[in-house]
């Protein structure tokens, strides 16, 4: 291994993907002046020097160039010498283009051989490292890009790997990436009892933090088991505010197709838990909803959910769905609950609207119940109200931007 010389004029030059470049957001082409953390070199090249390193990455764990263009984390980082022993891969698999809940199988990277271990396997617990497979691994790298909402599973696999370090003593580099959904903090907080791998933490809907943060807050809150603590490196942004808009440059997932899917997205996914789409199996993920239940009069858009590479059994698949198409709606700056309240009002089926997976994504039994019972909006969310202060107030002792 040789000391690395020049190494930020190197990111420009020779690089290049392994793997078939996943797109750009169709929705951004525009140049943040922004500085992820991978893009840093120099500030972490010593702590791998010499170091046998374990990555945990997808598609979004990139170097950017000035051209809008990038190159993969891995490949960069072999470039550079550096001792790259295994890759650890998260839900959507490594390349990003596996289909949500999909079990993917450990597999070789054609290019570099390394083998890419599956966190999102049927054989193991769904985000846990087995420590077997850290034996040769003397530090570890988590850089995937977040998006900023509970249910997104990326921080439930990073509360595992953080054990995972904790437990075999290694130490881990968090990547941190801007938080598209960080421009503000809302909905009901989840309670334990409901505590699943789409919500394991105390935190609302939309907790307002980096993938970096919330590393720092899982580590300082005894959110570890057994309250262990990662020994834990983040590698900050430069030149983030989270108040501005930031349209990631990557699509982060197979159903979050631009920017307007991950803005409407922490406001859409509780339908998820219910009979209606959210339009899956069609170009509009995460922008429209329906179903063939829905009063025609009141939701004149239609569409028709067909299987497709984001959705191998998409729900109401080939059945004419009636519902509102939002893809030109305002950006939100909030937890939307009216989307729901309006559908579960439009429906003809309310005794089969929500079923059991819809706890578990609302992190509360009370929602379910309010929505049934008819509780106004305003009054559902006041009753969260005291819960979300606690956590921004904890939140702040967490916020480096």
Known sequence: MFKIQNSVLFLFTALYFSFSVYPISKTNNVKSNVIVGANQISKYENLLKDKRVGIIANHTSVIFKKNLDYTHLVDSLIKLNFDIRKIFAPEHGFRGTEPNGA??????????????????????????????????????????????????????????????????????????????????????????????????????????????????MINNEGWLKNNIKSNLTVIELKNYDRNKLYDLPIIPSPNLPNKKSVNLYPSLCLFEGTNISAGRGTDLQFQIYGSPFLNKEKNNFRFTPKKNSGSKYPKHENLLCFGKNLSENKRLDKFDLSFLLNAYSDTSEKEKFFNNYFD??????????????????????????????????????????
């Open 360 to 401: 578990k994504l609302a992190g509360t039994k009370i929602l379910k119940n309010q929505i049934i019972s008819g509780v106004s909006k305003e009054k559902i969310i006041k009753s969260w109200e005291k819960k979300l202060d606690i956590y921004k107030e904890m939140r702040a002792n967490y916020l480096i931007y």
């Open 103 to 216: 079990n993917i199988n450990d597999e070789i990277d054609v290019k570099t051989g390394l083998k890419i271990v599956s966190l999102h396997g049927k054989n193991r617990k769904y985000g846990e490292i087995d420590d077997y497979e850290l034996n040769e691994i003397d530090i570890l790298i988590f850089d995937i890009q977040d998006v900023g909402v509970r249910f997104y599973t990326h921080i439930s696999t990073l509360h595992y790997v953080m054990e995972a370090s904790a437990r075999n003593n290694i130490p881990l580099i968090v990547m941190d990436r801007p938080n598209p959904n960080g421009h503000y903090v809302d909905g009901p907080v989840l309670e334990m009892e409901n505590q699943s791998f789409v919500g394991m933490h105390e935190v609302p809907i939309v907790y307002g933090l980096t993938i970096g943060e919330y590393a720092k």
